[in-house]
């Protein structure tokens, strides 16, 4: 039954209506507003809300889980001590006098051969007590079917990873060359007990027994030791890393698990888009709560002249706001479930046995904070709805002060509150929201000057331009909101297709074009000979060569590395292992010196820094420097800052000594660059491999391959989330256009009956529009401009490079099409008769 009927019905006999009978004929009408398309807006906004944090929270959750479950049952041991160099005996008796158990493994980075085919592996060596805790997964077909094993390769034999094997067209049985000795495929390697210590990274794997190599010919990557014991006390960990600072330890005792650090620092990137998001749906929920109020109160207003309570009036507003949550959360909550399955199944492609081990409770967090973004949203709306008297709410008069007041205050509250509990990082958050206020200021301000003198600037014959900035000055307050809300949309849509395109600009600018064919990343002396022989032969050329070793840094200025207060980077990770430590009497031709500089004679050592590892580590110009050489200690001062000079030689190092002679003389020097090969010479690469399995080289195809796959994933990445972004900024737009729509066609149904023409309406409309888009636009470029190459700088480690000009072009575009979204809206109501215009608006 219709209101109307209803009105009818009651008002005629005076009858009061029953409370059930309102609450289904509430219902009924909400249904049917919802089906005529009335909260659209609304529910798509909760909708894409409630699906983002839906699914972040059975992602994040679920990666938490299997983190924190690998972590306690399959780390391989208690305790695992890594070294990267050789073992000191020292360090040996500690592992044996604190474990109760313990097994010794060697890494090696070697290239595998089998016929024509080679593959760069890291080659896992353990002994016959591997692994001392946990099991390791093979399968003894193609069928992949896991066995569990207790004990690695035999003697002779070895096992690849399937990835691998198909790399080499290897079938079980097949024997492959290592260094020219033969080892035997027996077995392909699922899982590992204490891979999830390492991460899973890219590099393909293999396992062999240590007595099937030949050790005094190998070098390996890493030693590890895996420990089991009962109780291993924090201090005893202390004491030992204080006698050997480059041995790294994990531990259940420290719960310094390496991949929960990773994804650490992932949510923490993460938490800048999640507040991008949550900004835009609840901007956007409240200019729809301001359109959504109209039909809820010509509702209530007929059921309480029926005689209905004043008492059921909470009754009605608890059961809307339910049926919008409901109807918005069921299909969001299904699209959830069904992204997160896809994710777990695309994930168990790279990592084995992953799994989201999310619970229910996760989602119904997720669920609550929609549900307080939304009531926080509505609040103002629904006390509005609960005060106003049948007259009032009749009349559709504009609601008193104070609840324009509570409607302004109670998302900015939501917002504050939102920082405050969900930031990780104050001052990434603190520069966004300033920049977006910066842009409503800017809004504000221009607008207000634009509204106010803009008349004055106009030739008089422009009679109808000045009429529609007199029409936009009535209505400022109107118009405020609307130009707003599309400032902070153009602003937020600005900043991520500038960050989108500049990372992957940045991304592409490594792609080694003007370098040779094949990249050197280490070869030892013997190496180098053997190269530059094979070279000869083949009618190429070395292009460059540049020596280094293998230094740990574990100092600055005496505070070990990773104690200092600096924020977590890739650099910092990266320094957990050794760095390529460089030397050079004059300053490198392929760098540009920032600070600092390369002196004639030095009363001590100095190191040039690169640009970006001086920022990441918070580093000042004078700080010291220890490093550790092999077991020799090296002590440095900063005395520079260098950064790639773009367009020359792309092999360079993080730390540069400022001498002409290696730091030790007794450790290894190796030597990275590059080498130009001919066709013939690149297919025979494999005849290097075979002779020396550790020399380290990729061919320049092979390596971009690798990048494009990088940048590939990256863009992903990105334009997941700034497709959220992208729907929720079009759909800000929307509603900023909707908002205002009825009083607009009120507004045309008047100029219509002044007599004016369509045509001369649709030039006030052109008008209007362009003003109306314009001005957020420019304000949206000036508030990224003013905070933009901060922004960069303290969140991408790099200068904002991008062109004033792009940008502004960008924003005008985003600019013009809203102004023709809203002249084609705007033009329809001009073709229809003023009456019914002004009956409709009503």
């Known amino acids: 039954m219709s209101l109307e009927r209803a009105a009818a019905s009651y008002s005629a006999g005076q009858q009061k209506v029953a409370p059930g009978y309102a609450v289904f004929t509430f219902a009924l009408v909400l249904w049917r507003q919802v089906m005529q398309g009335k909260y659209w807006l609304t529910l798509g906004a909760l909708s894409i809300l409630f699906f983002y944090l839906l699914l972040s929270s059975l992602l994040g959750q679920g990666v938490e889980r299997f983190l924190a479950h690998n972590l306690q049952a399959t780390l391989g041991a208690d305790t695992q ?3 990267r160099r050789a073992w000191q005996e020292s360090e040996l008796a500690w592992v044996r006098a604190h474990s109760e158990a313990y097994s010794l493994q060697s890494q090696y980075r070697v290239t595998l ?41 035999s003697h002779g034999e070895i096992w690849l990873e399937p990835r691998l094997a198909v790399a080499l067209a290897v079938e079980l049985g097949d024997t492959i060359m290592l260094g020219g000795r033969q080892l035997r495929v027996s077995a392909l390697l699922q899982l590992e007990p204490d891979r999830i210590l390492e991460g899973f990274g890219s590099d393909m794997r293999a396992m062999v027994s240590d007595a099937s190599l030949q050790i005094e010919q190998l070098t390996p990557y890493l030693s590890r030791a895996l420990m089991l014991h009962s109780r291993l006390p924090e201090a005893e960990i202390v004491r030992f890393q204080s006698g050997s600072p480059t041995a790294q330890i994990i531990s259940k005792s420290l719960n310094n698990y390496p991949l929960a650090k990773v994804w650490e620092r992932v949510q923490n990137f993460l938490g800048l888009l999640s507040l991008i998001i949550v900004l835009l749906s609840v901007l956007i929920l409240w200019l729809c709560s301001q359109v959504q109020i109209q039909p809820l109160k010509r509702s209530v207003s007929v059921l309480l002249a029926c005689g209905m309570s004043r008492r059921m009036l909470p009754v009605l507003a608890v059961m809307a706001g339910a ?77 008193p002060k104070r609840w324009r007041w509570l409607a302004m205050l109670s998302p900015v509250g939501l917002l504050a509150a939102l920082v405050v509990n969900y930031t990780d990082n104050w001052l990434l958050s603190g520069m966004l929201l300033s920049g977006l206020g910066v842009c409503v200021l800017l809004v504000l301000f221009v607008t207000w000057l634009v509204l106010r003198f803009g008349g004055y600037l106009l030739p008089n014959s422009w009679v109808l331009s ?60 013997e190496q180098k000979a053997a190269l530059e022989s094979f070279v000869g032969r083949y009618q190429g050329h070395i292009k460059e060569m540049k020596p280094f070793q293998l230094a740990q840094v574990t100092h600055i200025n005496g505070i070990a590395i990773l104690n200092r207060d600096v924020q977590p980077s890739d650099t ?27 002196p004639a004679v030095s009363a001590q050592t100095g190191v040039s820094v690169d640009q970006e590892v001086f920022e990441d580590l918070a580093l000042s110009m004078g700080d010291t420097v ?42 290894p020097v190796y030597h990275m660059g590059s080498i130009e090969l001919n066709a013939q010479g690149v297919a025979a690469i494999g005849e290097l491999w075979r002779a020396h399995p550790q020399l380290r080289l990729v061919t320049v195809d092979a390596l971009l391959e690798k990048i494009r796959a990088q940048v590939q994933a990256l863009i992903t990445l990105v334009m997941s989330y700034a497709a959220f972004i992208v729907l929720l900024s079009n759909l800000l737009m ?12 009120i507004r045309n149904g008047l100029l219509l009956s002044f007599g004016l023409s369509p045509i001369q309406g649709l030039k006030i409309l052109l008008f209007e529009w362009l003003t109306v888009t314009l001005i957020p636009a420019l304000c949206a470029v000036g508030a990224i401009y003013s905070f933009i190459d901060a922004f960069y700088k303290q969140n991408l480690a790099m200068s904002y490079q991008g062109s004033l000009i792009l940008m502004l072009a960008e924003a005008l575009a985003i600019a013009l ?24 608006g009503g």
């Not at 910092?572 to 390369?598: F, K, M, S, Y």
Request: charged fraction near 15%; glycine fraction near 4%.
């Open 626 to 667: 220890q490093l550790v050489v092999g077991s020799e200690p090296v002590e440095v001062t900063v005395a520079a800052v260098h950064r790639h000079k773009p367009g020359s030689s792309s092999v360079t190092f993080w730390f540069v000594l400022q001498q002409s002679s290696p730091p030790s003389s007794a450790e």
């Open 113 to 153: 051969s089998h016929q024509s085919h080679h593959q760069p592996v890291l080659l896992k060596a353990v002994d016959s007590h591997y692994p001392p805790q946990g099991d390791i997964h093979i399968s003894l077909s193609k069928g992949l079917n896991a066995q569990r094993v207790q004990q690695g390769p």
């Open 572 to 598: 910092l990770r990266r320094l957990e292992q050794p760095v390529n430590l460089h030397w050079q009497a004059q300053t490198p031709d392929n760098v540009r010196i920032t600070q600092g500089g390369w």
């Open 466 to 525: 000045r009429f529609s900035l007199l029409l936009l000055r009535k209505r400022m307050s109107v118009k405020l909101v609307q130009i707003t809300a599309l400032g902070l949309s153009v602003t937020l849509l600005l900043l991520c297709i500038n960050m989108g395109r500049d990372v992957t600009n940045m991304l592409s600018q490594y792609l080694y074009q003007n370098q040779g064919n094949v990249f050197v990343s280490r070869a030892n002396d």
């Open 323 to 399: 049926m919008i949550l409901m109807l918005s959360l069921l299909p969001a909550l299904i699209l959830s479930l069904l992204a997160s399955y896809g994710v777990s199944h695309i994930a168990q492609a790279y990592i084995d046995g992953f799994s989201l081990q999310w619970q229910w409770q996760d989602l119904l967090a997720a669920c609550a904070l929609a549900t307080v973004v939304y009531v926080f949203i509505a609040l103002p709306v629904w006390l509005s709805l609960l005060q106003g008297d049948i007259r009032l709410l009749l009349e559709q008069r504009t609601e």
């Open 734 to 745: 929307v509603a900023a256009i909707q908002t205002h729509m009825k009083k607009d066609q």
């Open 81 to 83: 001590v890594t070294v």
């Open 817 to 840: 099409v809203v102004a023709i979204s809203g002249i084609l809206l705007s033009r329809k109501q001009l073709r229809s008769s003023a009456m019914k215009l002004l009956n409709e």
